[in-house]
T-cell receptor, first 111, second 113 residues
Framework: GENVEQHPSTLSVQEGDSAVIKCTYSDSASNYFPWYKQELGKGPQLIIDIRSNVGEKKDQRIAVTLNKTAKHFSLHITETQPEDSAVYFCAAPAGYSTLTFGKGTMLLVSP | DAGVIQSPRHEVTEMGQEVTLRCKPISGHDYLFWYRQTMMRGLELLIYFNNNVPIDDSGMPEDRFSAKMPNASFSTLKIQPSEPRDSAVYFC???????????FGEGSRLTVL
């Protein structure tokens, strides 16, 4: 099955700095890579995703890049704000209908 | 739509007791998933349903765990008997598409003493 590794496990930045979270996956056939944000006491929520026919996708301050050759994808958050503080999960398909999630990255943005 | 609704939000029980967690998916979503979240193991898929039929239950830890979906608007995850190692947050999620966005509920935090 799919194996997803996520780094770092924790990340502390100052407000306004950029944050980068990286994930690797094992199944070269995977073609869909979502990122979820989980705030304290809530369920994960999709923030951005990318499919394998593109190398980069942006949505305001967040972007995701994909390198299929190296089998890794990254989440980039620019101009971080305190409300970006949360746990972020990457994921990759584990089969036709399911996802395997990374272990998560706790991002702390200090004012 | 109110989103995926889970109950209870918090459950504290003693070892050996039966626990039932409930989920109401978003109307029109044909896929329903049960996940378990712990610090050590992260988000683990337990079981998922398509059109009320269990498709893959390979993630269910053992026979103490069972899940049902009697109709399109309701699912239960039951643990009997419960053990301290079952303490975790259990999430239900639904989606209309097998390769699209998962919509998670707010989770049920289970503590087994």
């Amino acid at each position: 099955g799919e194996n997803v590794e996520q780094h770092p496990s924790t990340l502390s930045v100052q407000e306004g700095d950029s944050a980068v979270i990286k994930c690797t996956y094992s199944d070269s056939a995977s073609n869909y890579f979502p990122w979820y944000k989980q705030e304290l006491g809530k369920g994960p929520q999709l923030i951005i995703d990318i499919r394998s026919n593109v190398g980069e996708k942006k949505d305001q301050r967040i972007a995701v890049t994909l390198n299929k050759t190296a089998k890794h994808f990254s989440l980039h958050i620019t101009e971080t704000q305190p409300e970006d503080s949360a746990v972020y999960f990457c994921a990759a398909p584990a089969g036709y209908s399911t996802l395997t999630f990374g272990k998560g990255t706790m991002l702390l943005v200090s004012p | 739509d109110a989103g995926v609704i889970q109950s209870p939000r918090h459950e504290v029980t003693e070892m050996g007791q039966e626990v039932t967690l409930r989920c109401k998916p978003i109307s029109g979503h044909d896929y329903l998933f049960w996940y378990r979240q712990t610090m050590m193991r992260g988000l683990e898929l337990l079981i998922y349903f398509n059109n009320n039929v269990p498709i893959d239950d390979s993630g269910m830890p053992e026979d103490r765990f069972s899940a049902k979906m009697p109709n399109a608007s309701f699912s239960t995850l039951k643990i009997q008997p419960s053990e301290p190692r079952d303490s975790a947050v259990y999430f239900c999620a639904s989606t209309p598409s097998p390769s699209g966005e998962l919509f998670f509920g707010e989770g049920s935090r289970l503590t087994v003493l």
